[in-house]
């Protein structure tokens, strides 16, 4: 790729930087920064490092082709790669698309949840091996439906003891939502948040006791990332640097830590079924269900926009499938 210059003579940006900038200028997690970075880069190097405005709808078939049929990948990965090319598109070169209609898009097959029965999450939950934050954690995934990042992300102003329930902010799709605070946990929560107050305050006192603020609360509340109530539930044991402020600061624990942990768990349980830290997402809902909560209410917990998604658990009530009895039953 040749380097492009501005019309006064300076350097124009190189493309992967002008794309980061326009993330960020988006306020996209830096999750999806990464992702979207990843995706571009491989789409120029597929193309032998062609410039992307030299090329449109033949070279981004070819290109989602070759994930589908060599590399093999799952729809919802290929749409992954579909969506941070039309963004280079879109956002950074503003082309126009009126051929993206014609773009052929994998479809993502229907597929059931793998779901815990009750006495399958107790064995779970017996074997795991861990701290007691890390147990706190994966009792809390189940307790409340949150999924793996929603938890982990949880700040201490959004854990309601009062009214016995957790805020869950800026969830999938950017949405906040309400769902319980499991009174069995309590007791534990409060244990830990004695335990992050005293962590927050010795960070304070060597000047590390800042925390990512997502970028509108930042300029909202200017000195909000060193209150307690800012800091996260469940923070990482050292400090990391802040890819984008540059800062040194606590982060919340990594999610690879939970997902370990949990399939270990699994392992020793004995459980035949593919377990990780969403099956007791599933789960949760399932269960809500089986001990007669309506749907809606269920909806409303997991953070779902449409009902049809949260129908997916009523396959797996104790009532046979469908809900209907095996006429093999009746006689």
């Known amino acids: ?15 992967l930087d002008q794309v980061r900038d326009r993330i960020r200028l988006k306020h996209y997690s830096i999750r999806t920064e990464a992702a979207y970075l990843g995706w571009i880069r491989r789409y120029i190097l597929f193309h032998d490092k062609r410039h992307p405005a030299e090329m449109g709808k033949a070279e981004i078939e070819a290109f989602l082709t070759h994930l589908a049929v060599q590399r093999d990948v799952a ?6 790669a579909l969506s941070a090319i039309l963004f280079l598109y879109q956002e950074v070169l503003a082309q126009a698309l009126p051929w993206l ?5 994998a479809k993502r097959p229907a597929r059931l949840p793998t779901v815990l029965t009750r006495v399958e999450v107790h064995r ?10 890390m147990l706190l954690i994966v009792h809390l995934l189940y307790g409340s439906g949150m999924r793996l990042l929603e938890g982990l992300r949880l700040r201490v102003k959004d854990v309601d003891f009062g009214r016995n329930e957790i805020v869950v902010r800026e969830g999938k799709g950017n949405k906040d939502r309400v769902t319980m605070l499991p009174l069995s946990l309590r007791e534990a929560l409060r244990k830990q948040f004695m335990l992050r107050r005293a962590q927050h305050e010795e960070d304070l006192l060597v000047g590390k006791g800042c925390v990512y603020l997502p970028h509108a609360l930042a300029v909202k509340y200017p000195n909000a990332d060193r209150f307690f109530g800012w800091q996260y539930v469940f923070a990482s044991a050292g400090y990391l640097r802040d890819p984008r402020s ?10 690879k830590r939970v997902q370990r942990a949990v399939k270990g768990a699994a392992i020793r349980a004995g459980l035949a079924k593919p377990v990780s830290p969403h099956t007791l997402r599933h789960s949760f809902a399932t269960h809500l269900l089986e ?5 809606r209410t269920v909806q409303e917990l997991l953070g779902h926009k449409d009902v049809s998604t949260t129908m997916i658990y009523t396959h797996v009530l104790n009532r046979g499938g469908l809900g209907v009895v095996s006429p093999l039953d009746s006689r």
């Open 1 to 15: 790729m040749s380097t492009n210059t501005s019309s006064c003579g300076a350097p124009a940006p190189r493309l």
């Open 75 to 80: 729809a919802a990965t290929q749409g992954q």
């Open 101 to 105: 209609d014609e773009v052929v898009r």
């Open 124 to 133: 779970l939950l017996d074997q795991l091996d861990a701290d007691e934050q």
């Open 246 to 255: 540059g800062r040194v600061q606590r982060h919340h624990v990594d999610e």
């Open 291 to 295: 001990a007669g909560q309506d749907i």
